[in-house]
């Protein structure tokens, strides 16, 4: 995995690693101090209450102890973290200043965001929701590259918004040349060390949904544990297999690079989803094919003081086409679901759009 800091960004790029890492150190803190808050109010509570509340007050003790067995494995990923990038932004050597770089306002979200993306992408739990989701593209890739008229090692596919890294794994896997891409610093440091660290099947054993206070039928559904990766992450010898760090528009620039472009839950990640459209466009070679999978959850659609549009499908279509795409296949209602606990009250599930565009022959 490769980042390059640029000039006049380099200062600041480190302060917001070095902030990501400490967020990630912080994780076993903060997030006792959340059940710690329960037990206070529990405590306050009239001592009838407190009685019948007996077997709540295990539980919050059982989810504390959840909570280390996550927290054990943040060490071992924060000293790998600095081998990731080939530059200054990861020195492990930290000024007096750096010492005390605080964490992000909203990082506990996401290190407990990463915890169900390991369920999601690196658990055998997980693999309903991979096939729901990552199948569909692998098998259109395999039908429109397949091994009998192409080389596949020769066939470059990128995958934008790539996460914890498994959709571009198992691309990689069948013989691709595919890259990555993640912006998600919390999803780099994590996927890095999965990709290139993990030794055995099942090293480790995490807890997703811990923090998961809502529509639990027992205690024991929400200390669910899942172990991880369930496969060795190596790709076969002969594949070519990297992630990239930084924002897909502006990582990627060249024209006519990419066979294919295969985004899974990807492009609603976009203020303006023209602009993701048109650089995919720009970056597929002459007769090259994008293929898309997922929902329209427009991530800064109710984010305060973000500017965001958010088409619909159907003027989505229209773009697509406007852009200089020809949509060869379009199917919607593809029942799909993220990062889900099989045993909650609440299921959240997408019926989300899978579609297959092709960039005009030149």
Known sequence: MHCEANGDNTTEERRYFLSVLSTFESYREQSIIRIERREKYLLS?????????????????????????????????????????????????????????GTLSEGLDKVQSVFKQLMRDWSSLGATERKQCYNPIIEEIEFQFPPEKFQLKDVNVLVPGAGLGRLAFEIASRGYSC????????????????????????????????????????????????????????????????????????????????????TCFFIDCAANVVQFIELIHHILKPNGVWINLGPLLYHYSDVKYEKSIEPSFQVLCEVIKKVGFTMEKSQTGLKTRYCQNPMSMLQYEYNSVFFVCRKSPE
Not at 55 to 64: G, T, V
Not at 74 to 84: D, G, K, M
Not at 187 to 192: A, D, G, K, N, R
Request: hydrophobic share 40%; glycine share 2%; net charge negative.
């Open 45 to 101: 509570l009239p001592p009838d209450h407190q009685l019948w509340l007996k077997r709540y007050n295990e539980d919050l003790e059982n989810f504390k102890k959840c909570v280390h067995k996550n927290a054990d494995f943040i060490p071992i990923i924060v000293e790998n973290a600095y081998t990731i990038f080939d530059n200054i932004l990861c020195s492990d050597n930290r000024s007096h200043s750096e010492t005390e770089v």
């Open 179 to 262: 890259q990555g891409n993640e912006f998600n610093l919390f999803m780099l440091i994590v996927s890095f060390y999965v990709l290139n660290l993990c030794k055995k099947v099942n090293e480790f054993t995490v807890y997703p949904w811990i923090h998961q206070y809502c529509n639990n039928l027992t205690a024991e559904q929400q200390m669910m544990s899942v172990t991880f990766p369930d496969v060795r992450p190596m790709p076969t010898p002969e594949s070519k297999f990297s992630m990239t760090a930084g924002d897909f528009l502006e990582v990627y620039s060249i024209p006519n690079e990419w066979d294919c472009v295969a």
